[in-house]
């Protein structure tokens, strides 16, 4: 077995590959289960993403969330590793759908002095049941003039049949992506799952994955989950 190789002044060190949540806390969020539904799929594949970070160890993978509903703020502010990760429950607020000031808060954290030039591409998954009510397109203009706002690999996932595709296809940016589609519980389980280990394991190995290097996009060329309909007494949204 050969040793790992070595950087200039010493033994190659991992990389940092940051994961981010952005999850919507509106109102609606509160309806039919959804908020507790996407508790239960996040902490559901925490163990799923621990068992594909111990297999990719030369990839430090850390982990916090942004929760928006009127205004956005940091629900897990600083980056976890995920070895050290717990998930503590989202709560549903009185409020509209401030998608874009998510996504300029994201951008925040997507600079040099935040994240060195060494990191791998980030993963933002924004996930969402409405549509913004704020200007969303200045706020992916913000995330994507950040330095890894536009490198990062960035999936969605829209709750129900009243989610607008049109700016979680705007956040992807890549027409050959779509956003999931999560109309009950267990769907959301699966997509939540699938959007965390793919992306860690295909960031991981860029030349095997969803990131391309070269041109700096995020061709999906793993299959999305195959998921069969809910049962019978199962809620739909």
């Not at 996930?127 to 913000?142: E, K, V, Y």
Request: net charge negative; proline share 10%; charged share 20%.
């Amino acid at each position: 077995m050969h040793p790992p190789r070595s950087r200039p002044g010493g033994q190659m060190a991992s990389r940092p590959l940051h994961f981010v949540w952005i999850a919507d806390c509106s109102g609606s969020m509160s309806l039919d289960g959804k908020i507790q539904a996407l508790n239960t799929a996040i902490r559901e594949a925490l163990p799923h993403m621990k068992s594909v970070a111990r297999d990719n160890a030369h990839a430090q993978v850390l982990v916090r969330a942004i929760k928006f509903s009127t205004g956005a703020e940091w629900h897990v502010p600083d980056p976890r590793p995920i070895e050290e990760f717990a998930w503590p429950d989202l709560q549903a607020h009185r409020g509209v759908t401030d998608m874009g000031k998510g996504l300029e808060l994201a951008a925040a954290q997507l600079t040099l002095d935040q994240m060195p030039q060494r990191a791998l591409p980030p993963v933002l998954v924004l996930i969402s049941d409405g549509q913004p009510t704020d200007n969303f397109d200045a706020g992916l203009q913000t995330l994507m003039r950040a330095p890894w706002g536009k490198k990062a690999v960035r999936l969605a996932i829209a709750i129900g049949d009243d989610a607008d595709h049109e700016p979680l296809q705007k956040f992807i940016g890549d027409p050959r992506i779509r956003p999931l589609q999560a109309n009950y519980p267990e769907a959301l389980i699966a997509h939540i799952r699938w959007v965390s280990t793919a992306a860690i394991a295909s960031v991981s190995s860029p030349s095997h994955g969803l990131y391309d290097q070269a041109t700096q996009v995020n061709p999906l060329v793993v299959p999305t989950p195959v998921i069969a309909g809910p049962a019978p007494d199962e809620i739909t949204w």
